[in-house]
């Protein structure tokens, strides 16, 4: 989730689906159905080649996902099926009304899966990228 913030370095199609389906198969409905919505976005973006139709609104509090951004030049996944798979996904969840479809507030996201899509003074994790808590961290050589 949090190497959405490095889009720059890896192609923002692929840092939004790895993110997405990670968060489907671990079972967090909520946050794979916004990452994987902002992911169809981004494949008609880059089928249009222009971001100018992206509603960032989802997203806009989020201070770790970045926009705007640029496009990469194809896309990550290649098959038209397996995104239409992903487009599949995203309309069944759509309807699943337990799934609440907004991000939550940065201060109801410390110490959750959200945590990630935040900035925080907190220190970062070198191996998750995640805000570390005081009570969480562990000093090596110091």
């Known amino acids: 989730l949090t190497l959405i913030r490095y889009s720059g370095i890896i192609p923002i199609d692929k840092a939004f689906y790895l993110a997405g389906t ?3 198969d671990q079972g967090h409905h909520n946050l794979a159905f916004m990452i994987l919505n902002r992911y169809i976005d981004l494949t008609e ?3 249009e080649g222009t971001i100018k ?3 960032n609104s989802d997203f806009a509090d989020a201070t770790n996902v970045p926009f705007p951004f640029d496009l990469p030049g194809t896309q990550y996944l290649q098959g038209e099926d397996d995104r239409e ?3 599949d ?3 069944t969840i759509c309807m699943d009304k337990s799934v609440d479809q907004q991000l939550p507030a940065m201060e109801q996201a410390l110490g959750t899966v959200y945590a990630g899509l935040y900035v925080s003074e907190l220190p970062t994790c ?4 995640s805000p570390v808590q ?3 961290l562990l000093n090596v050589n110091n």
């Open 53 to 55: 139709n992206i509603d």
């Open 89 to 91: 996904w995203v309309l």
């Open 134 to 136: 005081k009570w969480e």
């Open 22 to 24: 990670a968060a489907r």
């Open 85 to 87: 798979e992903i487009r």
């Open 126 to 129: 070198i191996v998750t990228g």
């Open 45 to 47: 973006a880059i089928d």
